[in-house]
C-alpha cells in the first residue's frame, strides 16, 4: 500500500510543477508586456538579422550558462508578442550553439592536465 501512496504522490508533485512551470512562463510573457512599446520596437529591429538573433542566442547562454533559461526566456517573449516566432527560432538556435561553447570552454581548462584528459 506504501507503494501506491508514494507513487500517487510523486505523480502529483511533478503536476504541481509542471503547472508552476507554465504559470511563470505566463507571467514572464505578461512582464516582458510592460517594458513597453518603445523596447519591443528595438528588440524586434535588432533580432530580425538572423545572425544577430544566433549571436544573441550564444552570448545570452554564454552568460548565463543554461540553453534552457535563454530557451525559456525567449518562449516568453515569442508569447507575449515582443518578438516574432522567427527571430526566437535563430535565438534558440543560438542558445543551443551556446552551450556547446560554455562546454568547450570547460574542457579546455581541463586539456593541459593530462591525467584528467585521458
Known sequence: MKKAFDIGSRLLLVGVLLYLFLVSIGLMGAAFK?????F?????????????????????????QSSSTTTSIVVGMVGSGVITVG????I???????????????????????????
Do not use: C, Q, W
Not at 510592460?34 to 518603445?38: C, P, V, Y
Not at 527571430?87 to 535563430?90: D, I, M, N, Q
Open 87 to 90: 527571430s526566437g527560432v535563430y
Open 92 to 118: 534558440v538556435m543560438g542558445a543551443n550553439i551556446g552551450t556547446t561553447v560554455t562546454n568547450t570552454l570547460v574542457s579546455l581548462g581541463h586539456f593541459t592536465r593530462r591525467d584528467e584528459f585521458r
Open 34 to 38: 510592460g517594458f513597453g512599446k518603445g
Open 40 to 64: 519591443a520596437e528595438n528588440l524586434i529591429r535588432t533580432t530580425s538579422n538572423p545572425f544577430v538573433g544566433l549571436f544573441v542566442g550564444i552570448l545570452a547562454t554564454s552568460v548565463v
